[in-house]
């Protein structure tokens, strides 16, 4: 079979990168992040730039691969991402067409800035460092030293809701503070507790889960108010994991010590917010997984994935296999 053209609107890099161009005869590479302003292809507008390239191959991380493109003769996708939502999976399978997919890719770098955000919010380093920008270092009367203290991470229960990729790999490094951690998954046979049971034992909660119907608002004002006084409430998974407004008034009322989140509805929080005026919640534009670890990641999960499957085989990261046996 002859090489084919790809055409990679994601980012790729690493000896990923230098297996994808073994495997093809020339490697189109124009990835979406690397334009300002951003550039994010429609399916017309995806198919449109399929066909001038002559492409054969696709890989993408968030153009969307719809309607005209898998009408196209694609010999396979590969979609940068754990869940290939920005790729029509039934249709490219009624096409007969492979589509590859990066699960993992970004848990270690979610895990990480997870670590960032609870220390960030348990010690205030985001206040501190507010305060000595001001010049504010002695603010209202006071001293660092009294408005900064705190309990230690060390000997504290953390609880990971989700224990997926990204709630293992959180999972050890919590650990790793010397911090006891608690789990909860109904599908994960070594979880050790019950969403009930870990809420009431944990000092920090970190969400890991992902969204699902029954996922959805997972955590919400009985949940916040089971949980111990001054626990710390964590999630750089998703928003849609808990109720925003029950997680508002649980840090009001002083039953939460604090809060750090990575995700908002819609990817925004408006600035009026009153999650914005909290100084003890830290907020961060969902890039938890904005290393280029992850990228390295997600092209050999790629890359590999192809040579497999053009050599015949049945990749793990073969989203629909069903299409190889016909």
């Not at 994601?10 to 951003?38: E, K, M, N, T």
């Not at 290939?84 to 800035?113: F, S, W």
């Not at 960030?120 to 900064?148: L, S």
Request: hydrophobic residues 45%; contains cysteine.
């Amino acid at each position: 079979m002859d090489k084919p053209l790809a055409l990679v609107t994601a980012p790729f890099r690493g000896p990923g990168l230098d297996r994808l161009r073994d495997l093809c005869s020339d490697v189109v590479i124009d990835p979406w992040i690397d334009h300002q302003p951003l550039r994010l292809y429609n399916s017309e507008q995806m198919a449109e730039r399929i066909v001038t390239e002559g492409a054969e191959l696709l890989v993408v991380e968030s153009d969307s691969v719809k309607g005209p493109v898998l009408d196209l003769p694609l010999r396979a996708i590969g979609s940068c991402r754990g869940d290939p939502t920005n790729v029509d999976i039934p249709a490219a399978t009624a096409k007969g067409i492979p589509v590859l997919r990066a699960p993992g890719r970004n848990a270690d770098a979610v895990a990480e800035i997870t670590v960032g955000l609870l220390y960030a919010v348990n010690r205030g380093i985001v206040r501190a460092d507010m305060d000595v920008r001001e010049g504010q270092v002695w603010r209202d009367g006071t001293i660092p030293y009294q408005r900064f203290r705190a309990w230690e991470l060390h000997g504290r229960t953390a609880g990971i809701v989700g224990l997926g990729a990204v709630g293992r790999a959180t999972k050890w490094r919590f650990e790793g503070l010397g911090m006891n951690v608690i789990t909860c998954d109904p599908f994960a046979p070594d979880a050790t507790h019950s969403l009930d049971g870990l809420l009431a034992e944990a000092d920090v909660v970190s969400m890991h889960a992902a969204v699902t119907p029954e996922t959805e608002n997972l955590i919400g004002a009985a949940q916040f108010a089971a949980m111990k006084e001054g626990a710390i409430y964590v999630n750089s998974a998703r928003a849609q994991l808990h109720d925003t407004d029950a997680l508002v008034i649980a840090l009001q009322s002083g039953k939460l010590a604090g809060a750090a989140l990575d995700h908002f509805v819609g990817e925004h929080l408006a600035v009026d917010h009153p999650l914005c005026s909290m100084p003890n919640v830290v907020l961060t534009p969902h890039i938890g997984g904005a290393t280029y670890d992850t990228e390295v990641r997600h092209s050999q999960l790629i890359a590999d994935g192809l040579a497999e499957l053009f050599a015949g085989g049945r990749p793990s990261n073969l989203v629909n296999p069903e299409v190889l046996d016909r």
